[in-house]
């Protein structure tokens, strides 16, 4: 799997790879048909759009959705790295555009969009593509009267393309409201991590909210959020787990559960029978 680590592992590169939390090394073949949950201590791994789709529609088939390309790097921005050669540096490394891909499928016989994030590309941080591929997804939807099932991934907005980046948060908002409008339910999976823009904004506004065990999600880091109230941070603060008990988050489910599960949940919201 290309998000673990691999350079302490003196195997061929892409054959094996560590956890990122405790370190457990492990065949990347085996990871995959785990859905990137580590063996040893649980640690939910991000998958791609792709591992996604596979794993949730049936049979693996769904088509991808056409996305409207943007244009790139308006800002001609530059930092420590220039965002061009960084975006090049994403394709290669993800084999995508953007940090998101939308998809269209049946989920256990019942018609749903799936929009994923890819935590490989740039952090899967929210820009302009991002924002459209949501919006895609929710025209879909619309268009086919199917439930909005939304998998983020996330490190935030992408500063790279500044208040561009942040109309985003808005323009997803304008997306869920027309779901609701059209009354289709809008499900989101909250996945280890996802932080900053994306829980500020579409995230966070799901008729349901299920997150899998031991996600972090939240808006700042921890680090941040303790220099500035000067005070220690409760424990397990910011996991699924707290969320939970604190009412932003209504169940947690595991990923291998999650088909399932969902399938209930759709067809009492779609009203439908499962296949
Ligand atoms: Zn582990």
Redesign the pocket.
Known sequence: MKNLDTKYVSLPKGTWGK?K????VTYLKHLDRQLGI?A????PHPLSPKQWFEAFFDEAKYSLISVPRVKEDPLNFSAKKNYKIQLEQAREKTGESDASLCAFGLINGLKTVVFAMDFNFIGGSMGREVGEAFLAGVEKAVQEKSAFLAIPVSGGARMQESTLSLMQLPRSILGVQKLREAKLPYIVYLTNPTFGGVPASFAMVGDLHIAEPNALIGFAGPKVIEQNIRQKLPKGFQTAEYLVEHGMVDMIIPRDELKEKLGVVLSILMKKEQV
């Open positions: 956890c939390k405790c370190g457990h580590c040893k201590c649980q640690h």
